[in-house]
T-cell receptor, first 114, second 110 residues
Framework: NAGVTQTPKFRVLKTGQSMTLLCAQD?????MYWYRQDPGMGLRLIHY????????KGEVPDGYNVSRLKKKQNFLLGLESAAPSQTSVYFC????????????FGPGTRLTVL | GENVEQHPSTLSVQEGDSAVIKCTYS??????FPWYKQELGKRPQLIID?????GEKKDQRIAVTLNKTAKHFSLHITETQPEDSAVYFC?????????FGKGTKLSVIP
């Protein structure tokens, strides 16, 4: 039982390149989230999904797209044209979606955009 | 939307002393208040949480208090140990989103 996994662990991109981060879970939780973490800024919500085929914007959605297809265990975060301002650590989180929103985090992806 | 303020941003204590971290929130509809601990290079991990129908919760050396009227909640760590050194985040939720504070870096000096 791995819980929440993220792929890749590290990545270096050049400005303008694209990439997709994958979050996978084996807990069958409905809700999935993508956060970015920057020094002194805490965790900021990029996008989230409350179920298969649904996505919504969070606090800092610009420059990112997400998809949660039929396989509800996966939640993808896409950067179409990476910018240095997107250098960050990205965390995926999951939640059962009950009344109290206890969230469990993946191990993170460290992304550097040159 | 919700806004969570966390203080202090850094905190140094001697081993064995107590540490207190405070958070305030803005949305009176928030009903769930978790605390996460993040060690260097690791993921945030839930250490304790409190729900709006409870005023205090304890788990060994860790306790959390909630004052709904004043809209603030606090984390108390007693008998601190070097392994308590980490960044601690508070958060508040009224629905399916968590809003996080900016974090407190706790250093426990042996």
């Amino acid at each position: 039982n791995a819980g929440v996994t993220q792929t890749p662990k590290f990545r270096v991109l050049k400005t303008g390149q694209s990439m997709t981060l994958l979050c996978a879970q084996d807990m069958n939780h409905e809700y999935m989230y993508w956060y970015r973490q920057d020094p002194g800024m805490g965790l900021r919500l990029i996008h989230y999904s409350v179920g298969e085929g649904t996505t919504a914007k969070g606090e800092v959605p610009d420059g990112y797209n997400v998809s949660r297809l039929k396989k509800k265990q996966n939640f993808l975060l896409g950067l179409e044209s990476a910018a240095p301002s997107q250098t960050s650590v990205y965390f995926c989180a999951i939640s059962a979606g009950d009344r109290y929103n206890e969230q469990f985090f993946g191990p993170g992806t460290r992304l550097t955009v040159l | 939307g919700e806004n969570v303020e966390q203080h202090p941003s850094t905190l140094s204590v001697q081993e064995g002393d107590s540490a207190v971290i405070k958070c305030t929130y803005s949305d009176s509809a928030s009903n769930y208040f978790p605390w996460y601990k993040q060690e260097l290079g690791k993921r945030p991990q839930l250490i304790i949480d409190i729900r709006s129908n409870v005023g205090e919760k304890k788990d060994q050396r860790i306790a959390v208090t909630l004052n709904k009227t004043a809209k603030h909640f606090s984390l108390h760590i007693t008998e601190t140990q070097p392994e308590d050194s980490a960044v601690y985040f508070c958060a508040a939720s009224g629905s399916y989103q968590l809003t996080f504070g900016k974090g407190t870096k706790l250093s426990v000096i042996p």
